[in-house]
């Protein structure tokens, strides 16, 4: 360990639990990934009762500020009154008392957070997506006070940063063309898959699997409406009406905004009979489900990195999912692309698939590979270098 990292009072703040999905399994793998690093961070936490804090024993110190007012309590006041959050940063102060004393020469916030900017400490901020500029006819991304509320949040982050980290050469450009800011600044840190499914100490569940379909296709997505679970649904119900294929589909994940709309198409496409649909699960059944699908299928509207098709890749599992923004970067050969818009071009591909040994072992394979060619300890690697240059 090289002496200036040693000197270096890096801070992580974490606000994802489980419920975040893609979010809070970026988060683990940061903290998992610090955990090898030449720095020595200290971890702040906003629920002393957060699952994963007996993983990180003495090193997690809890940050005494209520979660909802830090995470949406300036914007939420800029979203009713109009008044500028930022006056309010000498408030935040005086409510982050544990985040003062340590005095952190940089701050990571793997998910984004008002508090990075409104604390005033250099910070260390991902975002994710943008999807709120490129889809904002999403209501999740864009109602109810949630475009502005992203607004400030990302445009202050990115103001105000002294680094951003992105998923993707897609996601970089993103962040540099709405928010201008330095390319040097946005640091490129491509998701890995979740350690849970590393295949070592990792079994069939038979009990589960004796559940499941013989063949089934696998989504597991929260009922957002942007997931696009009902084209998905038309596209079985045409491969069964106008073609005679039974394509079984699991499903898995909370029910957000359209869970109704998706009850509403599995009633009209008499599906009842081949969606099954499992609701929350725990990480340890992931992988039966994965290992033991034809196919994960996710026509998404959403871009440009997915954390389930990191997960197939992993796993061996053929992956079908969309042609929209960043998607392709992430997919290179190892999946079929389609038009999220389109059931008949959903169906197209997994009837393609569906009825193909040869490409489902071809697209597993080139998968499986793909995922090999970008590992746990490079995802380390490029964390500990954008650390390094938002210190400097």
């Known amino acids: 360990m090289s002496a200036d990292a040693a000197d270096v009072r890096l801070g992580v703040v974490v606000t994802a639990d489980s419920s975040y999905g893609g979010a809070y399994q970026y988060t683990r793998t940061v903290i998992q990934a610090l955990e090898s690093s030449p720095y020595t961070p200290r971890y702040f936490y906003f ?9 990180y024993g003495e090193r997690w110190e809890r940050l005494s500020v209520p979660e909802q007012a830090l995470r949406y309590g300036a914007s939420k006041l800029f979203e009713r009154t109009g008044v500028d959050p930022a006056v309010l940063g000498s408030a935040r102060k005086a409510l982050s008392p544990t985040l003062l004393r340590y005095d952190p020469d940089l701050t990571l916030y793997p998910t984004p957070s008002p508090m990075a900017f409104e604390v005033g400490f250099d910070y260390l901020m991902a975002i994710h997506d943008l999807q709120h500029r490129i889809n904002p006819q999403f209501p999740e991304v864009s109602a109810g006070g949630e475009y502005r509320h992203r607004e400030y949040l990302f445009g202050r982050g990115s103001e105000h940063a002294a680094g951003i980290l992105a998923d993707s050469e897609t996601g970089k450009q993103d962040v540099v063309r709405f928010y201008d800011v330095d390319e040097s600044d946005v640091h490129v840190l491509p998701f890995v898959p979740p350690d849970y499914l590393d ?194």
Request: aromatic share 8%.
């Open 199 to 392: 295949d070592a100490g990792n079994e069939v569940d038979d009990d589960l699997s004796e559940r499941l379909p013989d063949e089934y296709l696998f989504y597991p997505a929260q009922y957002w409406e942007h997931k696009n679970h009902v084209r998905l649904l038309e596209a079985v119900a045409t491969l069964r009406d106008e073609r005679g294929i039974e394509t079984p589909l699991v499903l898995v994940g909370g029910e957000k905004n359209a869970y109704e709309d998706v009850q509403s198409a599995i009633d009209e496409n008499d599906l009842g009979d081949l969606v099954h649909q499992l609701g929350y699960v725990e990480n340890e059944a992931m992988y039966t489900l994965y290992t033991q699908a034809t196919a994960l299928v996710m026509p998404t509207f959403f871009g440009p990195t997915n954390i389930p098709v990191l997960e197939a890749f992993k796993l061996g599992c053929p992956v079908i999912t969309s042609d929209v923004h960043g998607i392709p970067e992430q997919v290179g050969d190892a999946g079929l692309l389609v038009d999220p818009e389109s059931a008949t071009d959903i169906a197209d591909a997994v009837e393609r698939l569906w009825t193909d040994e040869s490409l489902q072992q071809r697209l597993a394979e080139r998968g499986r590979e793909r995922a090999e060619t970008y590992t746990r300890d490079d995802f380390r690697d490029r964390l500990v270098d954008a650390i390094s240059a938002s210190l400097n």
């Open 47 to 55: 629920d002393e009762n957060w699952e994963d804090s007996a993983l």
